[in-house]
């Protein structure tokens, strides 16, 4: 289960209760939806390659999680994080199966991470629609992970295309294009090294 400390007090009821993890599960556990929504598509347009250590927003039960790690191959990374302690505990049962080294489950906000800053090569963040401490606060915390030339990948649900744009620039990442529904930035500038937000006592390996 999840350490309280990784845990914000005002987190949203719906996206941490029980019925909105068994409907997210049921989803993306669907044998079906793989055929509708390729996983490994998706990635590649997100820019995943091997080698790369990555960061998964919001993984619910896992139907990234096992390709991102596949993607990025032995020499690669993934951290993938959710509020739901649930969620995570299916990741892991998930990569364990699979008897995965690379992927790191972690019961943590997007907006404190406990991630060392300039650590991450590309975040993804697929099918959010609620984020847990704002869209603002998010953005400011995965600036903080990429390094310098990191890409943010980020599928858009709702709202304005140039709302979207102008608020991630505004973090310091430009606005390279999109694939379909994923819309891509990239960190520019050099990289100085900042302490974690919250620990978790892991760091990128």
Same mark, same amino acid.
């Given at each position: 289960?999840?350490?309280?400390?990784? +845990?914000?007090?005002?987190?949203? +009821?719906?996206?941490?209760?029980?019925?909105?993890?068994?409907?997210?599960?049921?989803?993306?556990?669907?044998?079906?939806?793989?055929?509708?929504?390729?996983?490994? %598509?998706?990635?590649?347009?997100?820019?995943? /390659?091997?080698?790369? %250590?990555?960061?998964?927003?919001?993984?619910?039960?896992?139907?990234?999680?096992?390709?991102?790690?596949?993607?990025?191959?032995?020499?690669?990374?993934?951290?993938?994080?959710?509020?739901?302690? +649930? *969620?995570?505990? $299916?990741?892991?049962?998930?990569?364990?199966? %699979?008897?995965?080294?690379?992927?790191? *489950?972690?019961?943590?906000?997007?907006?404190?991470?406990?991630?060392?800053?300039?650590?991450?090569?590309?975040?993804?963040?697929?099918?959010?629609?609620?984020?847990?401490?704002?869209?603002?606060?998010?953005?400011? /915390?995965?600036? +903080?992970?990429?390094?310098?030339?990191?890409?943010?990948?980020?599928?858009?649900?709702?709202?304005?295309?140039?709302?979207?744009?102008?608020?991630?620039? $505004?973090?310091?990442?430009?606005?390279?294009?999109?694939?379909?529904?994923?819309?891509?930035?990239?960190?520019?500038?050099?990289?100085?090294?900042?302490?974690?937000? $919250?620990?978790?006592?892991?760091?990128?390996?």
């Amino acid at each position: 289960m999840c350490s309280r400390s990784n +845990r914000f007090k005002d987190r949203d +009821r719906l996206e941490t209760s029980d019925i909105a993890y068994w409907t997210i599960r049921v989803m993306h556990d669907n044998p079906i939806l793989p055929l509708v929504k390729n996983p490994y %598509k998706l990635l590649k347009a997100a820019g995943l /390659e091997q080698g790369q %250590k990555v960061l998964e927003v919001g993984c619910g039960p896992g139907f990234f999680t096992v390709p991102a790690a596949e993607t990025v191959g032995d020499e690669g990374h993934v951290y993938a994080i959710d509020i739901h302690p +649930r *969620a995570v505990e $299916r990741v892991k049962k998930k990569i364990e199966k %699979k008897g995965l080294k690379n992927v790191s *489950a972690l019961c943590a906000n997007a907006s404190g991470t406990g991630l060392p800053g300039g650590s991450i090569d590309l975040a993804f963040v697929f099918g959010l629609r609620h984020i847990t401490g704002g869209l603002k606060n998010m953005l400011t /915390e995965l600036s +903080r992970l990429l390094k310098s030339g990191g890409i943010l990948s980020f599928e858009k649900t709702k709202g304005s295309e140039a709302a979207l744009i102008e608020e991630v620039e $505004r973090k310091g990442l430009t606005y390279t294009g999109k694939k379909g529904r994923i819309f891509l930035f990239q960190k520019k500038g050099l990289f100085l090294s900042l302490p974690t937000s $919250r620990s978790t006592g892991v760091g990128p390996r």
